[in-house]
């Protein structure tokens, strides 16, 4: 549907992209992922990735020549504590400096303390299987609240706890390649009571970063049973467990899924990523609506699509921002949109074939930075603070 009046967003809005410690700065040699790549896991090594953690300075002013005024980050839990209650100076040193150049350029920083990877000893110890998981979460939260906090504005303390139990102990795509429904929601519960003791150790504002898929039903009664299900567990369950310790609520939207005869199927109506995703932001609209319930602050923190021809990626954050307005005009207290990511990157078991960047990384040629025509029309966006018909 094209838009026939400029689309504002309220004042403050934070525009932003976002990238995860594992996926773009390389030789994370100290992690359980690192360590599993070295046994054959995964369709490819990250080696030195994106090398953000030597480019960091010009990424970053990559991100404010876009126009963006915020910036989602994440800490590598397995560089600051590479042995067990052993914490790395240099590596505390590396993140304020980061986290300093962000500040320097004025934009707002929005970091994830829990990006899917843990340190080798931690997973040797069980990992969230281990019902002591939270106490040694809670040692790495606050050491990052001490040494980090007076240079972040936002914290996101758990990215995605149902994709990581489910892609790492339900279908065992990731390590430990377990494949346990019991183990599966074991490892959820531990992630949610994580969060819910670190709480208390961080004075600014502080969430999870949620996946939040949509699911809809055919006409069929049970197909209509089993999406409404769904959309509880997947929406309800994991805000509901840690309500009342969330400053606000983060959102990670990338498409919707149709059940048809008990089984996934897609519409592709509005097109396809490379991923084979489905383009569909009534999801994102419908869920932002469902989430107005809670009366917390809303921030999309991933939102974004595969397109190595940058053909969709245009038209995909624009139906999605039309989406998110419309969400905010029915009085949804959404506050700041993050499209992932910054730049192409590992994108974790598939490699680095996916390509979700609103910068280009070109790996045969020293891993060049070229911005996309699409992140220009993003840029015009977070510049204005609207969208133009």
């Not at 067990?84 to 505390?92: P, R």
């Not at 040193?93 to 150049?101: C, F, N």
């Not at 606000?248 to 995703?277: A, C, H, P």
């Not at 989406?323 to 192409?344: P, Q």
Request: charged letters at 25%.
């Amino acid at each position: 549907m094209a838009i026939k009046k400029e689309l504002k967003f309220p004042k403050g809005f934070l525009w932003g992209s976002a990238v995860s410690a594992h996926q773009v700065e390389g030789n994370n040699v100290n992690s359980d992922w690192w360590e599993w790549e070295q046994k054959g896991g995964g369709k490819e090594h990250s080696g030195t990735a994106c090398n953000f953690y030597n480019r960091y300075e010009e990424d970053i002013k990559i991100v404010r020549d876009l126009n963006q005024n915020a910036f989602r980050l994440s800490l590598e839990w397995a560089r600051i504590e590479p042995g067990m209650g052993e914490f790395s100076k240099k590596e505390m040193e590396h993140y304020r400096e980061i986290l300093k150049s962000l500040k320097d350029k004025g934009i707002t920083t929005f970091v994830t303390i829990h990006h899917f990877t843990n340190p080798i000893w931690f997973a040797n110890l069980g990992g969230w299987e281990n019902c002591k998981s939270s106490k040694y979460f809670s040692r790495y939260v606050k050491y990052c609240a001490h040494h980090f906090e007076d240079l972040v504005d936002l914290w996101i303390t758990v990215n995605e706890p149902t994709v990581y139990a489910g892609q790492s102990y339900l279908l065992g795509l990731w390590p430990p390649q377990k494949k346990n429904f019991l183990r599966a929601c074991r490892v959820f519960l531990n992630m949610i009571e994580a969060y819910n003791k670190t709480s208390l150790s961080l004075k600014k504002p502080h969430g999870i970063a949620h996946n939040i898929p949509r699911f809809t039903g055919s006409k069929n009664p049970l197909d209509l049973l089993l999406a409404k299900s769904l959309n509880f567990i997947f929406l309800d369950i994991p805000i509901l467990l840690c309500l009342k310790k969330q400053d606000f609520i983060g959102v990670n939207y990338y498409s919707q899924f149709k059940i048809k005869n008990g089984k996934f199927s897609f519409d592709y109506l509005l097109g396809r990523t490379d991923m084979e995703w489905p383009i569909a932001p009534e999801g994102l609209y419908k869920i932002l609506l469902n989430l107005k319930k809670y009366k917390k602050p809303i921030y999309i923190t991933e939102n974004g699509c595969a397109d190595s021809q940058d053909k969709i990626r245009k038209f995909y954050i624009k139906e999605h921002l039309k989406a998110a307005h419309m969400a905010i005009e029915n009085g949804v207290d959404v506050r700041g949109y993050f499209y992932w990511s910054l730049i192409d990157n590992f994108e974790w078991h598939w490699g680095f074939k996916p390509r979700f960047g609103l910068v280009e990384i070109d790996r045969r040629n020293n891993l060049k930075r070229k911005i996309r025509k699409s992140a220009k029309c993003y840029s015009k966006v977070c510049e204005e603070n609207l969208m133009k018909p």
